[in-house]
């Protein structure tokens, strides 16, 4: 298992520069890939641009390119692109994002995500492998039957025919379709003690394939915490909790809520989201249950930590993404170079 370091979106805390320096830090420290965010604020893309040309080693992933947000071929370029910026170092996570960001924000209809994503996916490998660009599917039909276009490859080289291809996944039929079509699963809210619910339908994609779990990468997204209060700890991640579990998406169409009550708390998880989309945000974030955060996240001093990093790997895990949950860079790069001094430690490097 090798870490990483998620630097989500830009927050009222962070500029340009914070993650720049916190990612330069998961660079010297051997961290293995950084990643960033999109909805709709800042972009991954120019995030990821920015960070690559000022790193040495450590690769650069997109959590999430949103799809969309852009057509498949300019997914290609851009992957592409970066990819040879950065001397091969590039990670592509894809996701659909939701109903409200895809309908609201872009002005792209949200019906059929599994098979736009499946359609996206084919026409993002074949133009980064430089074939030439023939697709009729469902909803993506390249070049148009009734028009001038032609068939067109990728105008020059990348360093690689192909980059890794992550998608941000949470239902069993995303979870099937991750292990089917793409190199690693990029996932929220994981919980070591539920690792099989989740790998059983990854495994079910793969076999679509006669592959197995190995080479695939299971890359969650972990919130950290660091103190000696595991209230406290878990009281800083309530609100981004109770943001997913209640707010992110509609009462009839929440995939994180949905979620949740796989997991085991129905009753909790209707809680949260009616006190959430009531504009109680605060009574939402206290009542997300702790044993909830506690499963899904690293809280707790360095040995605590050890002990939950020995978990992850065990469940799993290939590439653990760590979120620190910190109030300014000085305690973000503290929180960087004590999780790896715990991974060092735990004796789980791969």
């Not at 520069?17 to 330069?24: F, G, I, K, N, S």
């Not at 950065?86 to 995500?113: D, I, N, T, Y």
């Not at 209060?229 to 609100?239: E, H, I, Q, Y």
Request: hydrophobic letters at 45%.
């Amino acid at each position: 298992m090798r870490l990483g370091l998620n630097l989500g979106y830009q927050a009222a805390w962070t500029t340009p520069a914070d993650h720049l320096a916190m990612a330069q830090e998961a660079d010297r420290l051997g961290y293995s890939v950084v990643w960033a965010a999109e909805a709709y604020g800042s972009d991954s893309v120019s995030m990821l641009s920015w960070i690559a040309g000022q790193t040495q080693q450590i690769d650069l992933g997109a959590a999430v390119m949103q799809i969309p947000a852009r057509t498949p071929a300019m997914t290609a370029m851009t992957a592409a692109t970066i990819d040879a910026l950065s001397g091969g170092r590039f990670r592509l996570g894809l996701g659909v994002s939701g109903p409200q960001v895809s309908e609201g924000w872009h002005g792209v209809r949200f019906a059929k995500p599994l098979g736009r994503t499946r359609e996206y996916v084919d026409i993002v490998k074949m133009a980064v492998a430089r074939q030439p660009v023939a697709y009729d599917g469902e909803h993506y039909t390249l070049p148009l039957p009734d028009g001038p276009g032609k068939a067109l490859r990728l105008g020059f080289h990348p360093p690689r025919e192909a980059v890794p291809i992550y998608l941000a996944a949470v239902g069993p039929k995303n979870l099937e379709l991750a292990g089917e079509i793409a190199d690693g699963w990029l996932a929220i809210f994981f919980a070591p003690d539920a690792a099989g619910e989740y790998l059983q339908h990854i495994e079910r994609g793969r076999a679509k394939r006669q592959l197995g779990l190995t080479g695939f990468d299971v890359a969650p997204s972990v919130p950290v915490v660091l103190g000696d209060n595991l209230a406290w700890c878990a009281d800083v991640v309530r609100p981004y909790a109770a943001l997913y579990v209640g707010g992110m998406g509609s009462k009839e169409q929440n995939f994180y809520n949905q979620l949740a009550v796989r997991m085991g708390y129905a009753d909790e998880a209707a809680r949260v989201q009616e006190l959430y989309l009531s504009g109680k945000k605060a009574e939402a974030a206290e009542a997300v249950p702790q044993d909830f955060i506690e499963r899904t996240s690293i809280l707790g001093n360095k040995i605590q930590a050890k002990e939950r990093i020995k978990q992850y790997a065990a469940a799993g895990v290939g590439t653990l993404s760590i979120s620190p949950y910190v109030g300014d860079l000085k305690s973000g790069i503290d929180t960087l170079r004590i999780i790896a001094e715990a991974y060092e430690e735990s004796g789980v490097a791969s």
